[in-house]
């Protein structure tokens, strides 16, 4: 409903109510008993209806501009800085943006994402670089491994049957067949070096695989050192030399000679080991 129709039916109802107040009024003078009192009463009422009538007119034309008033400053969503204000907030941005290079040469634009930084090809060089190193030690301690299991098969004068076999198994199952018994001991009334060897390397083929890929642990190397010790008679000196190796080259070491070859006249097994360790470390 449109507020023409609205205000044409609020005066309507206006002019009624003051025709039938006129009446009463009129009717209330011809009694003239009680005309004072109802008189009052009427005059009363027909103000009380002007003013109802008024309120409603007027709640009419000013809501409107009440919605109004709301909704102003809700059209402005922009917010305008001066320029006081706007260079701070600028040098604040260039601030962050350079972080604790400002001051030096930005390196070029930003990359977009997924494209390599300097930082992950930096990263991938040293990763590429540790697994060429991590495969080179290892290539290095198989090489050694080998070098002691010819020694194993020569110090034990083993047949050509048990030498095929030991040749046969992975390096760590090797490593188990050696630390057993590096120098096999056999009484030969009941048989040969080559048939107990050959024995243990069955039961090294029947190790479950997590095993074999976990040996040697730190126990199994720590009696390897045992070994060595007790037969090249290390003294206490070279043992602690051999202690503060790391692990992989307390390996190496023991691997190259596990039986330690000397000439009297020119040394002991211990200062041979230690001269070997001095020129590792110095290499």
Excluded at 184 to 192: C, E, I, L, R
Excluded at 201 to 229: G, M, N, S
Aim: contains cysteine; positive net charge; charged residues 20%.
């Amino acid at each position: 409903m449109s507020c023409a129709s609205l205000l044409a039916i609020v005066l309507a109802q206006t002019l009624s109510i003051g025709a039938w107040a006129a009446t009463q009024i009129h009717n209330i003078k011809l009694a003239p008993t009680t005309g004072s009192v109802y008189g009052e009463a009427m005059e009363t009422a027909s103000e009380f209806a002007v003013v109802i009538v008024v309120a409603v007119i007027a709640s009419i034309f000013i809501k409107p501009k009440k919605r109004e008033a709301k909704t102003a400053p809700c059209a402005k969503t922009s917010v305008s800085v001066t320029p006081s204000v706007a260079q701070p907030l600028e040098g604040w941005r260039k601030t962050m943006a350079l972080g604790p290079t400002a001051g030096r040469v930005v390196a070029g634009p930003r990359r977009t994402l997924g494209s390599p930084t300097s930082v992950s090809s930096l990263d991938s060089e040293k990763s590429w670089r540790a697994k060429m190193c991590s495969a080179a030690v290892a290539s290095n301690a198989n090489d050694f491994s080998k070098i002691r299991l010819e020694q194993f098969i020569s110090v034990n004068g083993l047949d050509d049957g048990c030498v095929t076999m030991l040749h046969q198994l992975s390096s760590s199952q090797a490593e188990c067949v050696m630390d057993q018994e590096f120098f096999v001991k056999v009484d030969s009334a009941k048989g040969t070096a080559s048939a107990k060897v050959v024995h243990m390397v069955i039961r090294a083929k029947q190790k479950k695989a997590f095993f074999q890929e976990a040996y040697p642990t730190a126990a199994d190397v720590a009696k390897r050192l045992a070994d060595f010790v007790n037969i090249n008679s290390i003294d206490d000196r070279c043992i602690k030399a051999l202690e503060s190796l790391p692990v992989a080259e307390l390996r190496r070491t023991m691997d190259r000679e596990f039986v330690v070859k000397v000439d009297p006249s020119k040394g002991t097994a211990s200062a041979k080991v230690v001269g070997r360790i001095l020129k590792a470390r110095n290499a």
